[in-house]
């Protein structure tokens, strides 16, 4: 039989559960379309500065 105690604990699980996993989503996004563009940004501008002008050998 079905108590209300098991009840609370299924539904705090599921609630739990989903946002656990909503959690997991959003540092996703946040790693995708915030940090990985940032990095990139970061690495590209770091080597332009250290790559000579081939303006200056001219």
Known sequence: MVTTTGILFIVSAV???FF???G???FY??????????AR???RDDERAHRPD???YI
């Not at 996004?29 to 940032?38: I, N």
């Open 24 to 26: 997991i989503v959003s």
């Open 41 to 43: 940004t970061y690495l």
């Open 15 to 17: 609630i739990l559960f």
């Open 29 to 38: 996004f946040d790693l995708r379309y915030r940090f990985l563009p940032a």
């Open 20 to 22: 656990w996993i909503y």
């Open 54 to 56: 081939p303006e200056e």
